[in-house]
Nanobody, 123 residues
């Protein structure tokens, strides 16, 4: 079992930056590939970013490429999502997830999920 807890969400203005964290506990964090997803009201959960176990490889959705950066610190059992140049369409609940497939973009490919953190971007 892996327990994941996101933090760092909030209300910001368009163009601002925000950094999300996801703290993991339980089984060996470094053994899992990590992903970030988001879900806006009335929409399906969508892939945002994925990061390899060592953190050297990342994959991003086209909608966030160049603005968001995923990273991880295995010594702290934490994965991060730095979000810059935020837009109103980035408003959503953001989730981190752990799985055993690198670069997975589908929710079903992840085994463990956090409870989510709300990000609201006002225009």
């Amino acid at each position: 079992q892996v327990q994941l807890v996101e933090s760092g969400g909030g209300l910001v203005q368009a163009g601002d930056s925000l950094s999300l964290s996801c703290a993991a506990s339980g089984r060996t964090f470094s053994g899992y590939y990590m992903g970030w997803f988001r879900q806006a009201p009335g929409k399906e959960r969508e892939f945002v970013a994925a990061i390899s176990r060592g953190g050297s490889n990342t994959v991003y959705a086209d909608s966030v490429k160049g603005r968001f950066t995923a990273s991880r610190d295995n010594a702290k059992n934490t994965v991060y999502l730095q979000m810059n140049s935020l837009k109103s369409e980035d408003t959503a609940v953001y989730y981190c997830a752990a799985g055993l497939t690198f670069g997975a973009t589908r929710s079903r490919e992840y085994d463990y999920w956090g409870q989510g953190t709300q990000v609201t971007v006002s225009s």
